[in-house]
């Protein structure tokens, strides 16, 4: 109370020498050398940390892309990590430019060569499936189908496409993760583009999605529940096709036995309006070949997706191959809910296909460059 009275100061009041305060700063400045170096020598956080921030890209083979990719392959199966672990990842991954690995990619075109060879069987031919062939269904193994001289009329002579015939593909998904990617122009920009069970590509969606088709396929299941198996007016499912121009369409024609004059349906009705679009049929062994290439890598289903057949052809088709569209999530990487195609929201029925798995496959060969996935906005 006399000091206050006084106005006695204590000369020594502020400086503190190895008070409290300073104390407290050689703590904490300790303590974050400490923290600092245990990153850089036992975790990731920190590259993370500075990825987060960091305003470009890395180079495919920098150190911290390297790190970023290990990340990825560290995770074998789908069930060692949480779906937001996983997306983290695939985050982090995403400030590293995408270069394609010619060793890697060789390799796993080595091995689809061997086991399904796409550029001789992936469509049901003349050259290797000759008249009086008795063609096995690839899931009704027990139905054979005699080709005939009608049946042997409607097939090609021999595949359209060869080995590595195109430089850049563009296999296109319905996914919600394509809606406001405004990936158009360059999808559009491919030298090949495939499409999955003709999605809308009108001006509505052709931002995201382009419009550019030169092959896609047809379930005969939306023949049969939107266009009543062409039984009546075959007009409308006409005009759904002229969106896509001269594209080709392939249907499964030899999955079962119902499938198989649903299909046919679909070339008579284009050979009646003369059209030139070309009409091709999977080969029921090629679909088996790779549904058992895939089972292997985990992929294991009632029936692979439409998708992941065109990816599976296109990495022996095309030099290079980009996916667009494939997500297996309610939510994007970011964790924002999505709807399940960029057109609708409604779900496939459950405990046919695999595609969460067929996604994680897709995100390893992304991570170890032989496909290049993209799941954000194009530039």
């Known amino acids: 109370m006399l000091r206050r009275r006084m106005g006695y100061s204590d000369p020594s009041s502020g400086k503190d020498i190895l008070g409290n305060r300073s104390l407290c700063f050689i703590f904490i400045c300790a303590f974050g050398l400490v923290t600092l170096l245990q990153q850089i020598l036992y975790g990731k956080n920190y590259i993370k940390r500075y990825l987060e921030n960091y305003d470009g890209s890395f180079d495919y083979n920098s150190t911290a892309c390297r790190e970023l990719r290990q990340e990825i392959m560290d995770v074998k199966v789908l069930t060692m990590v949480k779906t937001s672990d996983l997306f983290e990842r695939w985050r982090n ?33 003349k050259r290797n499936t000759p008249a009086g062939t008795k063609l096995r269904y690839e899931v009704d193994t027990s139905g054979i189908l005699p080709i005939t001289t009608e049946v042997f009329k409607m097939f090609p002579d021999d595949m359209p496409y060869s080995k590595s015939q195109y430089k850049k593909c563009a296999v296109i998904g319905n996914g919600g993760i394509i809606k406001n990617s405004k990936c158009g122009k360059e999808i559009d920009s491919a030298d090949f583009v495939f499409r999955c069970n003709i999605p809308p590509i009108n001006e509505k969606y052709s931002a995201d999605v382009g419009t550019k088709t030169d092959l896609v396929t047809i379930n005969p299941s939306i023949i049969t529940e939107r266009f009543q198996k062409l039984e ?126 067929e996604i994680f496959n897709f995100i390893h060969m992304h991570t170890r460059g032989i496909i290049n996935v993209h799941t954000g906005q194009c530039t």
């Open 93 to 125: 991954l995403q400030v590293c430019r995408w270069e394609q690995n010619k060793e890697e990619t060789s390799n796993f075109k080595m091995s689809l060569s061997r086991c399904c060879n796409a550029p001789s069987f992936l469509f049901t031919t």
């Open 232 to 357: 009546k007016w075959r007009r409308p499912f006409y005009e759904v096709l002229q969106n896509y121009e001269n594209s080709s369409v392939v249907l499964p024609a030899f999955y079962n036995t119902r499938n198989t004059d649903v299909s046919f349906r679909v070339k008579y009705m284009l050979d009646d309006f003369d059209s030139q679009r070309g009409v091709f049929f999977f080969h029921p062994q090629y679909l088996l070949n790779v549904q058992r290439f895939w089972a292997v890598q985990g992929v294991r289903a009632k029936r692979l997706s439409s998708g992941l057949m065109l990816v599976t052809a296109a990495l022996e088709m095309c030099e290079e191959v980009h996916l667009y569209g494939f997500w297996a999530f309610p939510m994007n990487p970011s964790g924002i809910f999505i709807t399940h195609h960029y057109y609708d929201n409604v779900k496939p029925r459950p405990g046919f296909h695999a595609m969460p798995h």
